[in-house]
Structures are given as C-alpha cells and as structure tokens.
Nanobody
C-alpha cells in the first residue's frame, strides 16, 4: 500500500505561481511513473504532467501547461513537485498526485493522493 500526500495549493492571482509537492510513503518498490492530474468542477480528471521512468526518463506535459509548468522529482525522498508559473483562472482545479508502480504489466498498482485545491483569481 502506498500513501500520497499533496501540499502547496492555495489561492493566487492570475499570473502568479505555486509549487505543489507530493510525498509518497509505504510499500514503494518500483516506480514506473509519478505525475499530477487535475479535475475542475463538472469535468473529468486530466493529465497535467508526468515523469515516466525506464531506460530513459520521460517528461510529459499537457498542451495547456507547456511552457508554464515544470514537473520534477526527488527519487531519494519519493517526492514529486509541480512548479506552476503564469497561472490562469482556467487552471483552477483540484490537483491530484498519482503514482504507478510494478515491474510486471499485469501487476501494476495505481495510487492517488487526496488532492489539493488550486484557485486562480482573475
């Protein structure tokens, strides 16, 4: 079992910045990916940014955050960060941390944090 705890959300004005953190703990043995998703009222959860581990480390960003958000991680601390700059009102959502682990495709596990609210005022 893995637990994810997000922090860093809050209320900011358009153009401002926030830095989200997600700390993973528990039975962590082989992380395939860690990332951030968000969900606005009335909308489905969507990918914001993700780091996928393999032969190479891949960084994936949703088109709507490219050039504004940066995802990073500290493997030693099992922590992933999301630096959010140039925030827009449409970025307002609950942001969720995600962790996927497991060496075998049929035994992979997916975990979610409780979410942290990001509100961007105009």
């Amino acid at each position: 079992q893995v637990q994810l705890v997000e922090s860093g959300g809050g209320l900011v004005q358009a153009g401002g910045s926030l830095r989200l953190s997600c700390v993973a703990s528990g039975s962590i043995f082989s992380i395939n990916a860690m990332g951030w998703y968000r969900q606005a009222p009335g909308k489905q959860r969507e990918l914001v940014a993700r780091i996928t581990s393999g032969i190479t480390t891949d960084y994936d960003y949703a088109d709507f955050v490219k050039g504004r958000f940066t995802i990073s991680r500290d493997n030693a601390k099992n922590t992933v960060y999301l630096q959010m700059n140039s925030l827009k009102p449409e970025d307002t959502a609950v942001y969720y941390c995600n962790l996927n682990q497991g060496r075998l495709s049929w035994r992979r596990e997916d975990y979610w944090g409780q979410g942290t609210q990001v509100t961007v005022s105009s």
